[in-house]
């Protein structure tokens, strides 16, 4: 069985709508797919609907946005109610708080490129979570950089001009308003020192005491120390061990199923969830 717990749609920052992930995760073979899309559940229900068409089990979740000491930390929220008013009222307060990061951004980004917020939205999906990607496939379609990854590792790193940082909720509290609404808390690449600093392991400590589920140990910004480091941690801490793409189409070159999760992982996420996962 094919696991893939880590994909994105046109609700955030994926370039295929939340039904498209579902048929794309069918046609590589999946046999379950969870659509994460940045602080939102927008796509669940055109997901969900896939399922009896497709045969591919879905499993419906968010990517929480969260710090600890200041350094990003990525929640995968699997199974949890979206209605809940504690992880509802911090996802909306992110969202917005992107939405000012990113028009700030494009306005420093106008100086020396020209770029325009209309260029920015003609990349963006209806009720998407407004983000540096989306800046990105602006740029890239200026011509001012080659594709998103060249715009990451210039213009839009933590260390450019250019960039603006936003707000995101405490990670331990982050972890609890997850629990509270009936989620399973996973920290999504964990490892991932490629694209900035880390927590180190007593963050890892603090979330698990706070009701982390487990580590996205099998990631591809994971090399195998790291896999190796974050594996053992993880057996330390009693904490689930998943693999995932974190698939974004055409928008990053990370494919459905390059990273898998075992089924029994799956089993144990969904008995703690208060969402069911989506069955054909």
Known sequence: MLIDLHAHSTAS???D???GVVLAA???GLDVVALTDHDTTAGWADAAAQASVTGVTVVLGSEISARWDGISVHLLSYLHDPTHPALLAESSRTRAARLDRARTMVDHLAEDFGLTWEDVMAHTGADATVGRPHIADALVARGVVADRSAAF???LVPSSRYYVPHYAPDAVDAVAAIRASGGVPVFAHPGADARGRVVPDVAVE???DAGLAG???HHRDHDPRQRARLAALADR??????GSSDYHGTGKPNLLGENTTAPDVLDRIAEQGT???VRP
């Open 13 to 15: 920052d994926g370039t």
């Open 17 to 19: 709508a939340p039904a």
């Open 26 to 28: 069918a046609a590589a």
């Open 153 to 155: 590792a210039t213009m």
């Open 206 to 208: 603090q979330l698990a």
């Open 215 to 217: 580590l996205e140990v």
């Open 237 to 242: 801490l009693g904490l689930l061990v998943t």
């Open 275 to 277: 969402t069911a996962v």
